[in-house]
């Protein structure tokens, strides 16, 4: 097994895309999406279905940012509250979503994640209500993938719930009625109220549908870059006292993804936190110099 995602994968999940977009279906491309992830050695079979557990204070995209970081998904499904369906690609090879399970149809014991994507979606998992967007979208890119990897629509998608039943109750709601609805898919987009999706911000949430636009789409680089310099803050301690805020940021970002850093993705990713006339890859070559000069000296 090559522990990056091949040639193959990457065509494959191009088509997934495209497939997915004409369906009318928003695909955010995470940065890197391309290379992270090992290499299938195989056509994936399946798709299992999950809830990311984020609570409704994450807003649009749940824990896009910690998927990615993680490598826990290939795709994350957003809670789609101003009515749009969209969803965002995190990796083209294998992910850690299946965990310890089965075997269930042509998934061997305990290794699901060989042998099936993982799409998490952005819900609490505790009675939050998708929205008529998000159902669509999560219908769509399962009927995708199923016509993508040659496979039936009807015998492709799988609950967490059903894989690991022990441990596992995402998703909540029945997985006859879920695969109902990819079979019976029709790529006529969302008739959704749009109304819908500001009541439910104010009444559940107290959110301002400005505050859910701006924690939207264009926002998730920003939201996945942050989330990735957080994480690692903590280890900088040592160093603290002796780097500039901009390589505190590159240097984190960094070691959070050291098993496949690549430094221009990851200057991309960042690009939103950066001054806005701030080329974002000459930033990231200089700084990764400027670490390179001192940490040798
Ligand atoms: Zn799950």
């Known amino acids: ?61 749940g824990s896009l940012g910690l998927i990615v970081s993680n490598n826990l998904s290939q795709f994350q499904v ?23 399970g089965g075997p269930l149809a042509g998934m061997p014991l305990n290794n699901a994640n060989a042998y099936a994507y993982g799409a998490e979606k952005a819900n609490n998992g505790l009675g939050e209500p998708y929205t008529d967007a998000a159902n669509y979208a999560t219908d769509g890119l399962f009927r995708a993938c199923a ?34 609805r990819v079979v019976a898919f029709q790529a006529t987009g969302v008739e959704d109220d749009m109304d819908w999706s500001t009541r439910y911000t104010h009444r559940r949430t107290g959110y301002t549908t400005e505050f859910e636009n701006w924690i939207g789409e264009t926002n998730v680089a920003a939201n996945a870059a942050a989330a990735i310099a ?18 505190s940021v590159l240097l984190a970002a960094i070691r959070a993804d050291a098993e496949e850093t690549d430094v221009r993705a990851l200057a991309e ?29």
Request: hydrophobic share 40%; net charge negative; with cysteine.
């Open 1 to 61: 097994m090559i522990f990056m995602a091949d040639a193959g994968d990457v065509e494959r999940m191009q088509r997934i895309i495209n497939r997915t977009r004409s369906y009318g279906i928003q695909v955010v491309e995470m940065p890197n999406w391309q290379s992270r992830g090992a290499t299938w050695d195989r056509v994936p079979s399946y798709i299992i279905d999950h809830h990311d557990a984020s609570t409704i204070k994450a807003g649009e995209w």
């Open 78 to 100: 957003a809670r789609c509250l101003d009515g749009v369906p969209k969803i965002a690609v995190c990796c083209a090879g294998r992910a850690g979503h299946a965990g310890l």
């Open 147 to 180: 016509i993508e990897c040659g496979r039936d629509p009807a015998g492709f998608v799988y609950g967490h719930k059903e894989w690991a039943p022990l441990r596992k109750i995402d998703p909540v709601y029945s997985m006859q009625w879920r695969r109902g």
């Open 230 to 247: 957080a994480r690692v803050e903590a280890k900088l301690d040592a160093l603290a006292g002796k780097l500039s805020d901009d390589e």
């Open 269 to 297: 990713a960042l690009a939103p936190l950066l001054p806005s006339d701030t080329d974002p890859t000459a930033f990231a070559e200089a700084v990764a110099d400027a670490l390179a000069r001192r940490l040798a000296e």
